[in-house]
T-cell receptor
Framework: DVKVTQSSRYLVKRTGEKVFLECVQD?????MFWYRQDPGLGLRLIYF???????EKGDIPEGYSVSREKKERFSLILESASTNQTSMYLC?????????????FGPGTRLLVL | GDSVTQMEGPVTLSEEAFLTINCTYT??????LFWYVQYPGEGLQLLLK?????DKGSNKGFEATYRKETTSFHLEKGSVQVSDSAVYFC????????????FGSGTRLSIRP
């Protein structure tokens, strides 16, 4: 069965802290994605990766960076957390880049920045 | 650019009622269309999809038909259950954004016993 896991379900951090969100998939998928989900805004793409060490900016990359050192793992980094980064963060993966591809999502990490 | 517009919620229905959640899209070319569902406390999961005009996607009693002439992909179910309570997202992937899914804002559905 398809599995995407995220390191934490809930996180509380302080303004200015460096925050790491980890995502692991066990499906040997090429592509991985990070989204944030906010009420009334749906999901917005932060970054995605189509191969190890490759990354591309999504729609809202400011204030974030990513790392993909291994195929199965994709990390989202908040260099200096701010209160406007309080949100639900969702990781997803897909097999390839064809536009019919289904994305498989993790359970999400709810981040609160104080 | 590509976009998805879906009806705002929340939507509250009684069990066994008929459900429609409207979704329209703007895209160049021929996008693929999806409905994802998010149950409480979980991530999103694919409910159904359609990849070309007039295709009908179906799953768990839900259906949606890809209507290119009206640029719509409305979600329907004939008889909803309490377990269908969730947030539903309409989405597309297009040739201009093949690696990205464009999501609607989501519609929260609550079913009363």
């Amino acid at each position: 069965d398809v599995k995407v896991t995220q390191s934490s379900r809930y996180l509380v951090k302080r303004t200015g802290e460096k925050v790491f969100l980890e995502c692991v998939q066990d499906m040997d998928h090429e592509n991985m994605f990070w989204y944030r989900q906010d009420p009334g805004l749906g999901l917005r793409l932060i970054y995605f990766s189509y191969d190890v060490k490759m990354k591309e900016k999504g729609d809202i990359p400011e204030g974030y960076s990513v790392s993909r050192e291994k195929k199965e793992r994709f990390s989202l980094i908040l260099e200096s957390a701010s209160t406007n980064q309080t949100s639900m963060y969702l990781c997803a993966s897909s097999l390839g880049l064809a536009n019919q591809e289904t994305q498989y999502f993790g359970p999400g990490t709810r981040l609160l920045v104080l | 650019g590509d976009s998805v517009t879906q009806m705002e919620g929340p939507v509250t229905l009684s069990e066994e009622a008929f459900l429609t959640i409207n979704c329209t899209y703007t895209a160049t070319g021929y996008p693929s269309l999806f409905w994802y569902v998010q149950y409480p406390g979980e991530g999103l999961q694919l409910l159904l999809k359609a990849t070309k005009a007039d295709d009908k996607g179906s799953n768990k009693g839900f259906e949606a038909t890809y209507r290119k002439e009206t640029t719509s992909f409305h979600l329907e179910k004939g008889s909803v259950q309490v377990s269908d309570s969730a947030v539903y997202f309409c989405a597309l992937t297009g040739y201009s954004s093949a690696s990205k899914i464009i999501f609607g804002s989501g519609t929260r559905l609550s079913i009363r016993p």
